[in-house]
Nanobody
Framework: QVQLVESGGGLVQPGGSLRLSCAASGFTFSNYPMRWYRQAPGKERELVADIGSGGTTNYADAVKGRFTISRDNAKNMVYLQMDNMKPEDTAVYYC????????WGKGTLVTVSL
């Protein structure tokens, strides 16, 4: 079955960096676009970035120029490098893949605070 396991969250100061990882299994990883979403307290889940099977990337305006999504098809991994972080980046970050249904990981908490 499809499994997505996020890691790498934590507490970081404004202006700092974190790298999130998502380990995927149970499907042919290289064939599918992958996405990172986030959900801040009291807000709806929103798409942060996506990467196509061929490596094409897209970003939400709020993170453009600060976040970088990447993938390693040999390791079935997708990453989110987050730089120059802001308090408004505080959220639970989720890895996502879509087939006939959507699959989600359990998420990893990122807190940006002094």
């Amino acid at each position: 079955q499809v499994q997505l396991v996020e890691s790498g969250g934590g507490l970081v100061q404004p202006g700092g960096s974190l790298r999130l990882s998502c380990a995927a299994s149970g499907f042919t990883f290289s064939n599918y676009p992958m996405r990172w979403y986030r959900q801040a307290p009291g807000k709806e889940r929103e798409l942060v970035a996506d990467i196509g099977s061929g490596g094409t990337t897209n970003y939400a305006d709020a993170v453009k120029g600060r976040f970088t999504i990447s993938r390693d098809n040999a390791k079935n991994m997708v990453y989110l490098q987050m730089d120059n972080m802001k308090p408004e980046d505080t959220a639970v970050y989720y890895c996502n893949v879509r087939s006939f249904v959507q699959y989600w990981g359990k998420g990893t908490l990122v807190t940006v605070s002094l």
